[in-house]
């Protein structure tokens, strides 16, 4: 790799990094407040995805949309496969998880309902949209907006990362500064404490869901609009996030941001090194490294410290 | 294995030089906060110590710490094993410390309720034991014989709590009572120099409490088996305790022979505020002119009346 | 520990606050049933639709949401909903004739301590006795199992042989790691393809020649010590950590042997597969004979593989292994401050798991001469997991018995069910078999007096929870 080709892969890194930034904080904020890895996240975001197929599909642009057009269709994918993942998680929660808290069911069982949700979805979306992967309608002419020393920067990239950082500023915000942050704050410490304290943990974990959702669900478009759509698309991505929130430190939402950057550079930079068939091995590889050194991730645990 | 009886009772049971476990300067904090603040302890061999103290004032961390269930961030922890050798036992885990020879009961029952009471026991006395999971699927001898002694050794030990007739019980439906029993019997099974009970009398009915009292001093004159003691039932410390150390707030107020700690005004003042204090000490010690004895000033009553 | 604790504790404090909220009349809970009927029934006609077509991305959603059949769903949702609903005040107050006051008045408050004292009270005199039931009873089984193939034609007798009885043997191994440890192994075809490959190395039959060749018999052991060397390396730095990373580690080490088998072109064959793994065979002396196309003599040689390990497995349960996984599994700190090295144990199981599945690499590449990386897709490892959870976590001959029956059931289903959608019906399955029976067709005793208790606030039911105590450091 020549030194002048760093900027070719880092700002596709930076891209990928974002996006998996967004899905990793699904995982973790989920993990955060019921201790649970949410294997059926990668799902939301496979839903959000092809949601946003659905309705682009319905509305029919022409081939070569006008900017006006363009602005619409985006601002019409983002609304539906938002709400498409958040009413997926909601749901998730409350069919596949509640129950089992309801019972004090172990965290064993937690996973394995993740695990048949995750199953479950993916194969009705193959099974509905069938098994061959396809691409998103055009929305936009995905142009080149300007060079970063000789590097050019195309409006997909763009408006991933604006889109991704919007989001995990607004995250901040609400975690931080609103009362429901504060809830999902409390639910992640001390549970039992902040159920005490009068906090509807019910109304708190399934809110946490929704966010969550909305994020997987709009990444899953983002992720569309860049890539082809399967039903199995959810799978190395999901993976890949949830290694990035271990990696940033579970619960910290912070740290799946950064933990979600790292990972997307690392992978992009992973193909022209040791080939691209090998790329999806690198999260693995720095989950593992992680994980034997630095078992709490980089910037530590818990959602209640990230505030 | 069998359970050695020692008869001690004629000669000093306890050497002060011989100190079977030794606390200097630990301290602990958990974030902000802090639990322990340069605790300082020995515990001599034979003897039975009891730890007291408020609510909140560090107890439990401290037999976590000395458990190693959690890593006081200073200070040392020393074992001393009967040959004199010393082992620290600060950021040891659990079960090598319990390996050692320090063994502990919970302050809320934890048993291995699915199983039963036999099983729980028998689960202790075969962690040192050496048969790998290849020579028990082959069913080899030494296996088949490890398990008749950890059988053995199991019965042995719930004759010694009394808790003979319920091998086959669930120790989810033993009573408060046997429960308890059968945590002591289970922390027994490891063999261990030093017994750490956290309240062991705590929601026992009055009877219970006798029988509790006898025991305890039955595991340390017949097995020779250190103990420290967690416990608010004053009555109970003030009787089978060699020594008493009070902790408040994470730091050590006050240490010595029952008596001594009970006429101590930082005590009283801990347990009941400070202006109660001054009464009390001079009621006990008119009290303690009178040669009277068993006056209990610090109660758990009190304390839950703050 | 504390956290699950803590979680356990505030289930009852919110559902009881939630309750104290007044309610108006569609916040009724026989209205939520409604609700939830209708979402099955709609979900039910989208499940039992025709498959997506390729050009149309609309084409299922309209042929079952679209038409007129989700009306007659939903009206059958409604009547079902309706009957149930004004069925049930029928039926309790037949109830509340038919039992007497006095027994009315103790059914709830002993029910459960009641059941729990009930349960198991064998003592080792009544165990010795019944083990030569056991014995009797056993040695019929086999027997019939022995019979089976020639009642059946060829072609279930490869199923028998390359569905049923692997999979039962990978079953018998996952259920040491999840129904004895209580650990989450996502990965265990992973363990099974470093069998396979390691009989296509070992017979001669990948681009690497290996030093020597061996015997199909021979690779069983050095298979046995690969994946538990693999499994030491993976579980050691995981297992340390949290019981719940270990799946998404083990779902990752998964795509990396894939991969591997996949993209190692020079060594594996990559997609393309390794061709003519030798079969088994015996050349001892007079012993002459070889495994060849006819499955029926590796159904016995299975059934040989299987007893051994489940005799193996019996022992291994009912010894302080077996005591330490279930300590472990309900109070991972008492374990540990009883001396019990909780980390050594989960690495057993993990690795005994690992190894099983090994064997049955070995037995699979040797009966079917031929092995690609798509033998070895990460939904094997989901699958053989759901056959464990159906049959019963922990309960030997419920894993079987289950995996047995759900092996079969897609070969019998197939004329009527498309065979993609099987995962589909299998992620369903483990979702309703956690919220209604997480403890199997068949459970275990201990298990289910574990997850009784766990009801009841008391213990663990896995071994998830985070490093005694959570060190705070």
Same mark, same amino acid.
């Given at each position: 790799?020549?030194?002048?080709?760093?900027?070719?892969?880092?700002?596709?890194?930076?891209?990928?990094g974002?996006?998996?930034?967004?899905?990793?904080?699904?995982?973790?904020?989920?993990?955060?407040?019921?201790? =649970?890895?949410?294997?059926?996240?990668?799902?939301?975001?496979?839903?959000?995805?092809?949601?946003?197929?659905?309705?682009?599909?319905?509305?029919?642009? *022409?081939?070569?949309?006008?900017?006006?057009?363009s602005?619409? =269709?985006?601002?019409?994918?983002?609304?539906?496969?938002?709400?498409?993942?958040?009413?997926?998680?909601?749901?998730?929660?409350?069919?596949?998880?509640?129950?089992?808290?309801?019972?004090?069911?172990?965290?064993?069982?937690?996973?394995?309902?993740?695990?048949?949700?995750?199953?479950?979805?993916?194969?009705?979306?193959g099974?509905?949209?069938?098994?061959?992967?396809?691409?998103?309608?055009?929305?936009?002419?995905?142009?080149?907006?300007?060079?970063?020393?000789?590097?050019?920067?195309?409006?997909?990239?763009?408006?991933?990362?604006?889109?991704?950082v919007?989001m995990?500023?607004?995250?901040d915000?609400?975690v931080?500064?609103?009362?429901?942050?504060?809830?999902?704050?409390?639910?992640?410490?001390?549970?039992?404490?902040?159920?005490?304290?009068?906090?509807?943990?019910?109304?708190?974990?399934?809110?946490?869901?929704?966010?969550?959702?909305?994020?997987?669900g709009?990444?899953?478009?983002?992720?569309?609009?860049?890539?082809?759509? *399967?039903?199995?698309?959810g799978?190395?991505?999901?993976?890949?996030?949830?290694?990035?929130?271990?990696?940033?430190?579970?619960?910290?939402?912070?740290?799946?941001?950064?933990?979600?950057?790292?990972?997307?550079?690392?992978?992009?930079?992973?193909?022209?090194?040791?080939?691209?068939?090998?790329?999806?091995?690198?999260?693995?590889?720095?989950?593992?490294?992680?994980?034997?050194?630095?078992?709490?991730?980089?910037?530590?645990?818990?959602?209640?410290?990230?505030? | 294995?069998?359970?050695? !009886? &020692?008869?001690?009772?004629?000669?000093?049971?306890?050497?002060?030089?011989?100190?079977?476990?030794?606390?200097?300067?630990? &301290?602990?904090?958990?974030?902000?906060?802090?639990?322990?603040?340069?605790?300082?302890?020995? #515990? /001599?061999?034979?003897?039975?110590?009891?730890?007291?103290?408020?609510?909140?004032?560090?107890? !439990?961390?401290?037999?976590?710490?000395?458990?190693?269930?959690?890593?006081?961030?200073?200070?040392?922890?020393?074992?001393?094993?009967?040959?004199?050798?010393?082992?620290?036992?600060?950021?040891?885990?659990?079960?090598?410390?319990?390996?050692?020879?320090?063994?502990?009961?919970?302050?809320?029952?934890?048993?291995?309720?699915?199983?039963?009471?036999?099983?729980?026991?028998?689960?202790?006395?075969e962690?040192?034991?050496?048969?790998?999971?290849?020579?028990?699927?082959?069913?080899?001898?030494?296996?088949r014989?490890?398990?008749?002694?950890?059988?053995?050794?199991?019965?042995?030990?719930?004759?010694?709590?009394?808790?003979?007739?319920?091998?086959?019980?669930?120790?989810a439906?033993?009573?408060?009572?046997?429960?308890?029993?059968?945590?002591?019997?289970?922390?027994?099974?490891?063999?261990?120099?030093?017994?750490? #009970?956290?309240?062991?009398?705590?929601? &026992?009915?009055? !009877?219970?409490?006798?029988?509790?009292?006898?025991?305890?001093?039955?595991?340390?004159?017949e097995?020779?088996?250190?103990?420290?003691?967690?416990? /608010?039932d004053?009555?109970?410390?003030?009787?089978?305790?060699?020594?008493?150390?009070?902790?408040?707030?994470?730091?050590?107020?006050?240490?010595?022979?029952?008596?001594?700690?009970?006429?101590?005004?930082?005590?009283?003042?801990?347990y009941?505020?400070?202006?109660?204090?001054?009464?009390?000490?001079?009621?006990?010690?008119?009290?303690?002119?009178?040669?009277?004895?068993? !006056?209990?000033?610090?109660?758990?009553?009190?304390?839950?009346?703050? | 520990?504390?956290?699950?604790?803590?979680?356990?504790?505030?289930a009852?404090?919110?559902?009881?606050?939630?309750?104290?909220?007044?309610?108006r009349?569609?916040?009724?809970?026989?209205?939520?049933?409604?609700?939830?009927?209708?979402? +099955?029934?709609?979900?039910?006609?989208?499940?039992?639709?025709?498959? @997506?077509?390729?050009?149309?991305?609309?084409?299922?959603?309209?042929?079952?949401?679209?038409?007129?059949?989700?009306?007659?769903?939903?009206?059958?949702?409604?009547?079902?909903? +309706?009957i149930?609903?004004?069925?049930?005040?029928?039926?309790?107050?037949?109830?509340?004739?038919?039992?007497?006051?006095?027994?009315?008045?103790?059914?709830?408050?002993?029910?459960?301590?009641?059941?729990?004292?009930?349960?198991?009270?064998?003592?080792?005199?009544?165990?010795?006795?019944?083990?030569?039931?056991?014995?009797?009873? $056993?040695?019929?089984?086999?027997?019939?199992?022995?019979?089976?193939?020639?009642?059946?034609?060829?072609?279930?007798?490869?199923?028998?042989?390359?569905?049923?009885?692997?999979?039962?043997?990978?079953?018998?191994?996952?259920?040491?790691?999840?129904?004895?440890?209580?650990?989450?192994?996502?990965?265990?075809?992973?363990?099974?393809?470093?069998?396979?490959?390691?009989?296509?190395?070992?017979?001669?039959?990948?681009?690497?020649?290996?030093?020597?060749?061996?015997?199909?018999?021979?690779?069983?052991?050095?298979?046995?010590?690969?994946?538990?060397? +693999?499994?030491?390396?993976?579980?050691?730095?995981?297992?340390?950590?949290r @019981?719940?990373?270990?799946?998404?580690?083990?779902?990752?080490f998964?795509?990396?042997?894939?991969?591997?088998?996949?993209?190692?072109?020079?060594?594996?064959? @990559?997609?393309?597969?390794?061709?003519?793994?030798?079969?088994?065979?015996?050349?001892?002396?007079?012993?002459?004979?070889?495994?060849?196309?006819?499955?029926?003599?590796?159904?016995?040689?299975?059934?040989?593989?299987?007893?051994?390990l489940?005799?193996?497995?019996?022992?291994?349960?009912? $010894?302080?292994?077996?005591?330490?996984w279930? +300590?472990?599994?309900?109070?991972?700190?008492?374990?540990?401050?009883?001396?019990?090295?909780?980390?050594?144990?989960?690495?057993?199981?993990?690795?005994?798991?690992?190894?099983?599945?090994?064997?049955?690499?070995?037995?699979?590449?040797?009966?079917?001469?031929?092995?690609?990386?798509?033998?070895?897709?990460?939904?094997?490892?989901?699958?053989?997991?759901?056959?464990?959870?159906?049959?019963?976590?922990?309960?030997?001959?419920?894993?079987?018995?289950?995996?047995?029956?759900?092996?079969?059931?897609?070969?019998?289903?197939?004329?009527?069910?498309?065979?993609?959608?099987?995962?589909?019906?299998?992620?369903?399955?483990?979702i309703?078999?956690?919220?209604?029976?997480?403890?199997?067709?068949?459970?275990?005793?201990?298990?289910?007096?574990?997850?009784?208790?766990?009801?009841?606030?008391?213990?663990?039911?896995?071994?998830?929870?985070?490093?005694? @105590?959570?060190?705070?450091?």
């Amino acid at each position: 790799m020549q030194p002048d080709e760093i900027l070719d892969y880092l700002i596709p890194g930076i891209m990928l990094g974002a996006l998996y930034a967004v899905i990793a904080i699904g995982y973790t904020l989920v993990y955060g407040v019921l201790q =649970l890895i949410n294997f059926a996240h990668s799902e939301v975001f496979m839903v959000g995805a092809y949601s946003a197929l659905l309705a682009l599909t319905w509305i029919d642009p *022409s081939s070569n949309p006008t900017t006006f057009m363009s602005v619409l =269709l985006v601002a019409a994918g983002l609304a539906v496969s938002g709400t498409a993942g958040a009413a997926t998680a909601f749901t998730l929660e409350k069919v596949a998880y509640r129950p089992l808290r309801r019972r004090n069911a172990p965290r064993l069982a937690f996973l394995i309902s993740a695990i048949g949700a995750s199953y479950f979805l993916q194969n009705l979306a193959g099974k509905l949209f069938g098994r061959d992967s396809r691409a998103l309608p055009t929305v936009f002419e995905n142009k080149k907006v300007f060079s970063v020393f000789g590097t050019q920067v195309t409006i997909l990239q763009l408006l991933i990362v604006c889109a991704a950082v919007l989001m995990m500023v607004g995250l901040d915000y609400l975690v931080n500064r609103t009362k429901l942050g504060l809830g999902i704050r409390a639910v992640a410490q001390d549970a039992e404490t902040a159920g005490l304290m009068g906090v509807d943990i019910d109304k708190v974990i399934s809110r946490t869901f929704i966010i969550g959702g909305f994020m997987g669900g709009i990444a899953g478009f983002l992720f569309g609009l860049h890539l082809q759509l *399967s039903f199995t698309m959810g799978f190395l991505p999901g993976i890949t996030a949830f290694a990035a929130a271990v990696v940033g430190g579970v619960g910290n939402i912070r740290g799946a941001m950064m933990g979600g950057m790292l990972l997307g550079i690392v992978e992009s930079f992973s193909s022209p090194i040791f080939g691209e068939s090998w790329r999806y091995v690198s999260a693995f590889a720095v989950l593992v490294l992680v994980l034997m050194f630095r078992p709490t991730g980089i910037l530590g645990e818990r959602l209640g410290r990230s505030a | 294995m069998s359970i050695t !009886t &020692t008869k001690a009772d004629d000669r000093p049971r306890v050497d002060p030089e011989d100190q079977v476990m030794r606390v200097r300067g630990v &301290t602990l904090r958990f974030g902000g906060l802090v639990g322990l603040s340069d605790v300082a302890l020995d #515990l /001599h061999r034979g003897e039975i110590l009891a730890v007291i103290g408020p609510n909140g004032a560090g107890k !439990t961390s401290l037999f976590n710490s000395l458990t190693g269930m959690y890593v006081p961030q200073e200070g040392s922890i020393v074992l001393r094993d009967r040959a004199g050798g010393e082992h620290s036992l600060k950021g040891r885990k659990p079960h090598l410390v319990n390996r050692l020879g320090v063994a502990r009961t919970f302050q809320n029952i934890r048993l291995f309720g699915a199983l039963t009471a036999l099983e729980n026991v028998k689960i202790a006395a075969e962690t040192r034991q050496k048969a790998g999971p290849v020579s028990i699927m082959l069913g080899l001898p030494n296996a088949r014989r490890e398990d008749r002694e950890s059988d053995r050794r199991a019965l042995e030990l719930l004759h010694f709590v009394g808790l003979d007739g319920l091998l086959n019980e669930l120790a989810a439906s033993l009573s408060y009572g046997q429960q308890r029993s059968l945590e002591i019997a289970r922390a027994l099974a490891t063999d261990p120099q030093v017994l750490l #009970l956290d309240e062991p009398a705590a929601g &026992t009915n009055p !009877t219970e409490k006798l029988d509790l009292e006898v025991l305890i001093r039955r595991i340390n004159r017949e097995l020779g088996i250190s103990v420290l003691l967690i416990e /608010h039932d004053m009555r109970l410390v003030m009787s089978v305790a060699d020594r008493v150390t009070v902790l408040n707030f994470g730091k050590v107020i006050a240490s010595g022979s029952p008596a001594e700690v009970q006429r101590n005004p930082e005590v009283v003042a801990a347990y009941l505020g400070a202006e109660m204090a001054a009464e009390m000490v001079a009621a006990s010690d008119a009290e303690a002119a009178d040669g009277s004895d068993g !006056t209990v000033p610090a109660q758990r009553d009190g304390e839950e009346q703050r | 520990m504390s956290t699950t604790t803590k979680e356990r504790d505030l289930a009852p404090t919110g559902s009881a606050l939630a309750r104290l909220r007044t309610k108006r009349w569609y916040q009724q809970p026989m209205f939520g049933r409604l609700v939830g009927t209708v979402a +099955a029934a709609v979900l039910l006609d989208v499940m039992s639709g025709p498959q @997506g077509s390729r050009e149309d991305v609309f084409f299922s959603l309209d042929k079952t949401l679209g038409s007129l059949r989700v009306v007659w769903w939903i009206i059958g949702a409604v009547a079902l909903w +309706a009957i149930l609903e004004f069925a049930k005040p029928l039926y309790n107050r037949y109830l509340a004739a038919s039992v007497g006051p006095l027994e009315r008045f103790h059914a709830p408050v002993t029910g459960p301590v009641k059941g729990l004292i009930a349960q198991t009270r064998t003592t080792s005199a009544n165990l010795r006795r019944i083990l030569w039931v056991r014995i009797g009873f $056993s040695a019929v089984v086999i027997g019939l199992l022995i019979l089976l193939p020639n009642v059946l034609s060829t072609f279930w007798n490869q199923v028998l042989v390359n569905e049923v009885a692997i999979y039962v043997l990978l079953a018998i191994g996952l259920n040491v790691v999840i129904g004895w440890a209580g650990l989450l192994d996502l990965g265990f075809i992973a363990f099974f393809a470093i069998g396979a490959y390691s009989t296509a190395y070992w017979t001669g039959a990948m681009p690497v020649e290996p030093p020597f060749t061996l015997n199909a018999f021979l690779v069983i052991p050095v298979a046995v010590g690969t994946c538990l060397l +693999a499994g030491l390396l993976l579980g050691a730095p995981t297992l340390r950590l949290r @019981g719940d990373y270990l799946a998404i580690v083990t779902l990752g080490f998964h795509e990396i042997i894939y991969l591997i088998a996949k993209n190692a072109d020079g060594f594996t064959n @990559g997609p393309r597969g390794v061709q003519g793994i030798s079969n088994f065979g015996v050349h001892i002396g007079v012993l002459d004979y070889d495994w060849e196309l006819d499955p029926v003599p590796y159904w016995y040689l299975l059934i040989g593989i299987a007893t051994i390990l489940i005799i193996a497995f019996l022992r291994l349960e009912h $010894s302080r292994v077996g005591r330490a996984w279930t +300590a472990i599994r309900e109070d991972e700190v008492a374990a540990s401050a009883t001396g019990v090295p909780t980390v050594k144990f989960k690495l057993m199981a993990f690795a005994i798991g690992a190894s099983t599945s090994g064997i049955a690499g070995v037995v699979y590449a040797s009966k079917a001469r031929f092995i690609s990386p798509e033998s070895f897709l990460l939904l094997f490892s989901v699958l053989v997991v759901a056959y464990v959870i159906f049959g019963g976590m922990g309960s030997l001959w419920g894993v079987i018995i289950g995996t047995a029956f759900l092996a079969w059931l897609p070969q019998y289903m197939k004329d009527w069910v498309n065979p993609n959608d099987r995962f589909m019906y299998l992620g369903a399955l483990l979702i309703v078999m956690m919220i209604y029976r997480p403890q199997g067709l068949i459970p275990s005793v201990r298990r289910k007096r574990e997850l009784s208790m766990a009801k009841a606030g008391l213990g663990d039911a896995d071994a998830m929870s985070e490093p005694a @105590g959570g060190r705070m450091t």
